[in-house]
């Protein structure tokens, strides 16, 4: 029998450079504050283990079942396309993570897993209709995240884990190399792949670089990218958000979305490559973005090609078919929303601002953010960001508090978009009412 217990932060693990796992790197700014206001009696100074467990205060985790019929794989004794990928299987990236869950049953593990707590080493509270939460493994912080394809997502962590070897064999500046400490389970239709903590991603630390280290690893991206177009690999997931960089090694931890060059069109390219690009808009300037992620071929590209329009840009066009013209116009202004903006002497994140968008509001009420963007000077838009990402904030916060459970989620963003619209309507009827006058 085993028991997850609510240890103390600094006796479980260690970072990739020998020091002890911190509760800070754990615990991210944004959710240090979320919690606090849950534990007004108990302020962060004095928190001895993750703040889940003063919120969850009994006992959470049963002992789990004593190991009956698991039968745990190793990936590279596998075929991946023949696997059967059912409760009683578990692949694991080698035989120590194996040792570590061979006297744990999936059933009794998915269960504990269900009350641990949420992943709050980023700066949002991500998108909950999935399962990702951190868990204690005998003593090991762990990252749970559901994965929808499970065969295609390990089958990228292999690829990418052959081509960063080989790309690892002639550098020596930064190596290159995914998540490798990992195991993957099946149950109850769910699919769980439990990777090593291994601290806060690029988004969350980049800021904190030395200039050398910015520069090394801008230098180190730039050729990884180009040897993997080289090799006819498109790895769309490269972002800061997927990215962590620990002194001379930078893991990759997300293979959802793995591309062979030859089966993507220009336009495609193209898509892929705004996208990118606006994923670093957080952290690094237009002109970083550019020097590490160029642009694609522009004269191959139809823009007067009409396509299906998705429900933001029906909404936001206001029509059901655009052109290719369309999509991409939408896409850069996208881009220009989600970067870095500043307002009263702070810093917006705009592609935060972005994740949580996606993740929480729907697209009609995205799409009027960038309707009355559209109408507003360039020169307002850090006014209009900075308030939105107020609204933001607390509906996060709140968010949290629902986890739980004491009270529902809030909806101040859309209530602040409406209120956003209305006045920027009624400053124009004024205004025409002025002039003509």
């Known amino acids: 029998m085993a028991v997850i217990k609510n240890q103390v932060i600094k006796k479980l693990t260690v970072r990739q450079d020998g020091n002890p796992m911190e509760l800070k790197d754990i615990v991210s700014d944004e959710f240090r504050r979320w919690y606090a206001k849950l534990l007004p009696n108990n302020p962060p100074e004095n928190w001895k283990m993750h703040p889940h467990f003063y919120l969850r205060s009994k006992k959470i985790i049963k002992s789990q079942k004593a190991k009956s019929n698991e039968i745990i794989d190793i990936i590279d004794n596998i075929n991946l396309e023949s696997y059967p990928y059912l409760k009683n299987h578990i692949i694991a990236s080698n035989p120590e993570i194996a040792k570590r869950i061979s006297h744990y049953d999936t059933e009794s593990l998915l269960d504990a897993i269900l009350q641990m707590p949420p992943i709050t080493s980023s700066s949002i509270f991500e998108n909950p209709n999935s399962i990702r939460r951190l868990l204690d493994l005998d003593g090991v912080w762990c990252c749970v995240i559901e994965v929808s394809n499970i065969k295609t997502y390990l089958e990228n962590w292999k690829k990418l884990s052959q081509l960063t070897s080989k790309f690892n064999e002639y550098n020596e500046l930064i190596k290159i190399v995914p998540a490798n400490d990992w195991l993957q389970i099946s149950q109850s239709q769910k699919h769980l792949f439990i990777s090593r903590f291994l601290g806060q991603t690029l988004d969350q630390t980049y800021t904190k670089l030395s200039s050398t280290e910015k520069i090394n690893f801008q230098k180190i991206s730039k050729e990884f990218l180009t040897f993997c177009d080289g090799e006819g690999i498109y790895w769309s997931d490269f972002a800061p958000r997927n990215l962590i960089l620990n002194g001379n090694q930078l893991n990759l931890i997300d293979f959802e979305h793995l591309y062979l060059t030859k089966d993507l069109s220009t336009y495609d390219r193209k898509i892929l490559s705004i996208a990118r690009n606006r994923w670093f808009g957080d952290i690094f300037s237009s002109e970083e973005v550019n020097r590490l992620l160029a ?38 202004m996208t881009n220009q929303v989600e970067r870095q903006h500043r307002y009263k002497g702070k810093i917006i ?30 020169k307002d838009w850090p006014k209009f960001l900075y308030h939105l990402n107020e609204f933001i904030d607390k509906d996060q916060a709140n968010l949290l508090s629902s986890f739980y459970g004491f009270e529902k989620p809030s909806n101040y963003t859309t209530k602040y978009i409406d209120s956003a619209i209305k006045d920027h309507a009624t400053i124009k009827r004024k205004d025409e009412g002025h002039n003509h006058g």
Do not use: C, W
């Not at 936001?316 to 116009?329: A, E, H, M, P």
């Not at 601002?353 to 993740?359: E, I, N, P, T």
């Not at 009420?365 to 009355?372: G, P, S, T, V």
């Open 349 to 378: 994140m705009g592609h935060h601002m972005g994740l949580f968008l996606s993740d929480y509001v729907s697209e009609q009420y995205e799409a009027k953010i960038y309707i009355l963007l559209k109408k507003l000077p360039g």
């Open 295 to 332: 642009d694609e071929k522009e004269s191959e590209i139809d823009y007067s090609l009409l396509i299906s329009a998705d429900n933001l840009e029906a909404t936001f066009y206001n029509k059901d078919r655009i052109t290719v013209g369309d999509k991409i116009s939408l896409l850069l």
